[in-house]
């Protein structure tokens, strides 16, 4: 099959043959019809995830299942699946709870195996991990769900839990950010997207900002304070750095919540956080680490009756070759949007 193969980090990728997976045992083999290029990959290119090389990367992915493993019950040849970035084992605690994204076992399509860029992906516990497409979910939405759209749901409604009426701002209005300011939106809440390109807020107003603020080294904190009378009620930064996780700190108002969904990877593992106001304000930081296949449904409930929309999000689809070309420039520029790869194209 053809896939984009990473042969070192920080080099050039490649577009070649290579050998096809088998399912494993419990697992499946799906044929990849879309799949997201995100943020993460441009992490693990980087050398930020420990790898084993040569790496085919790719973890948002979406299309119809191509062969079955032993022992799986619940999918068939030809079903039109999905799956969230991280997949449970199926026999934790956690995963027993339904919380599979944060299983001690977890397998990662595209950082602890071959991934999606690729004709062909395996995936592990297929029953636990697998989401049905609905027939009026399109591939290229589906695969917009499995890492950004998923992990915004879950940030701000199992995590934030924001109301109706509750400011939220949002910090980087890339995939997440974007999915974030639409969700929030549809939750009820007032919404304040962030960003350093003004074409990423005109996309952040598009999908239901109501404000949108420039940090072209404004005072972010400062701006969302005066809109809000006093600051948000919840923080999302979607991109993850020291400063955006400061500015959505720093936004919110006392009592307030904030959700680190961008990654934070650094050398000691430790990040800054201005803490001293978490104390004095008593805010609650809150991380969000994907979510759950056992809790797609109320979403893709909210997505068939077209109160969320994440096929606007999907900007261009590309070939394997366009998006080898791409990844490693994701590090420095956000594109506005989510773009999907066809790896048939
Ligand atoms: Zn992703
Ligand atoms: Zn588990």
Redesign the pocket.
């Known amino acids: 099959m053809r896939a984009m193969v990473m042969d070192a980090v920080n080099e050039p990728l490649a577009v070649r043959d290579v050998a096809a997976p088998v399912p494993p045992p419990g697992g499946v083999v799906v044929e990849v019809h879309a799949t ?1 290029l ?4 441009w992490h693990a290119w980087a050398g930020h995830e420990s790898i084993a090389l040569p790496h085919v990367p790719g ?2 992915l979406a299309g119809v299942v191509a062969a079955v493993g032993d022992g799986v019950g619940r999918w068939c040849v030809g079903d039109r699946v999905t799956v969230p ?1 991280v997949c449970g084992c199926g026999r934790c605690e956690w995963c027993r709870r339904g919380e599979a994204q944060v299983c001690p076992d977890q397998q990662q399509p595209g950082f602890t195996h071959w991934g999606s860029f690729a004709e062909r992906v395996a995936l592990h516990a297929a029953d636990v991990n697998l989401v049905g497409i609905p027939p009026s979910v399109s591939f290229e939405s589906a695969a917009a769900l499995g ?2 759209f998923a992990t915004a749901y879950r940030a701000l409604t199992a995590r934030a839990r924001v109301a109706a009426g509750e400011w939220v701002v949002v910090v980087g209005a890339g995939g997440v950010g974007l999915s974030a300011v639409m969700i929030g939106r549809a939750l009820g809440a007032r919404v304040i997207a962030v960003d350093r390109a003004a074409e990423a807020l005109d996309a952040a107003s598009g999908v239901g900002a109501e404000h949108t603020v420039l940090a072209d080294g404004a005072d972010v904190p400062a701006a969302v304070h005066r809109l809000t009378d006093g600051g948000a009620h919840v923080s999302v930064d979607a991109v993850g750095s020291a400063p955006t996780c400061a500015d959505g700190v720093l936004s919110l108002r006392r009592r307030g919540r904030h959700v680190q969904v961008g990654l934070l990877p650094t050398p000691s593992g430790l990040s800054p956080v201005p803490m001293a106001r978490a104390i004095a304000w008593e805010l609650d930081l809150l991380g969000s680490h994907g979510m759950a296949a056992a809790d797609y449904p109320p979403m893709l409930a909210l997505i068939e009756s077209g109160a969320l929309r994440p096929h606007d999000l999907v900007g261009r689809t590309v070939d394997l070759e366009e998006a080898a070309r791409m990844l490693p420039g994701l590090g420095e520029h956000s594109s506005a949007g989510i773009t999907v790869v066809d790896p048939r194209r």
Do not use: I, L, P, Q
């Open positions: 997201g995100c943020r993460s990959d973890h948002e970035f890492c950004r």
